[in-house]
């Protein structure tokens, strides 16, 4: 049912909304923009990947914390994984940018293409902040609405920046979110303890 809603708001977005959106999103006022630049950078995966791995060596191997290293590797590998399967699907749809549109009215997928131009689907950005989102909030469950609406402004500024479209941001949210899950899964089938810390 949530994969469904996720296809369909994306499908709608694509042959409805991707486009206006966009072009209303390049009018923007300078200031509203200089906000989503500094908002934008919380999309960013290698501080969280670093930060997660140090901390999964630090409980593991110093503290002797098996749960805290374990909700430490969990975040990492979620991130990760959402990572690696953005790249997979930005890399085979070769989707053009809000740019190709804007310079050269292209819009619409070349598929195999590599290069920044070419890998506007799925926004890894959403990607990375729904990750982080919904694996911290399976960890601290009374900072889910936090967690979640800094999420959903972070990937909000990616279309307000004309850097993807909609449709982009919302299937990136959706590898984000699936990623935590199966992992969560995987985590459990293999007995390793995630708790829940309040």
């Known amino acids: ?8 708001v994306t499908l709608i977005g694509y042959f409805l909304l ?14 509203v923009l200089d906000i989503a630049e500094i908002v934008t950078t919380l999309g960013k995966s290698t501080g969280y990947l670093i930060a997660t791995f140090l901390l999964f060596l630090f409980f593991r191997f110093f503290r002797k914390e098996k749960l805290y290293a ?13 990572g690696i399967v953005v790249d ?16 050269q009215g292209l819009y619409g997928f070349s598929f195999f293409k590599a290069g920044y131009e070419w890998n506007s689907f799925p926004s890894g950005h959403a990607a990375t902040v729904f ?11 009374k900072g889910r609405y936090y967690f979640i609406t800094a ?10 920046l004309t850097s993807h479209f909609l449709s ?11 990623s935590v899950y199966l992992l969560k899964y995987v985590f459990e089938r293999k007995s390793v303890m995630l708790g829940k810390s309040g």
Do not use: H, T
């Open 151 to 160: 999420a959903i402004v972070a990937a909000a500024s990616r279309v307000l």
């Open 1 to 8: 049912m949530i994969l469904e809603a996720f296809l369909l």
């Open 88 to 103: 997979i699907i930005k890399w085979v749809a070769g989707r053009y940018r809000p740019v190709m549109l804007f310079d």
């Open 168 to 178: 982009d941001v919302v299937i990136g949210a959706y590898v984000g979110i699936a």
């Open 131 to 141: 990750s982080l989102a919904f694996a911290l909030s399976l960890l601290f469950p």
């Open 70 to 82: 374990n909700q430490s590797l969990f975040v990492f590998v979620s991130i990760a994984c959402s």
């Open 18 to 31: 991707d486009i206006p959106i966009a072009l209303w999103c390049r009018k923007l006022d300078r200031s």
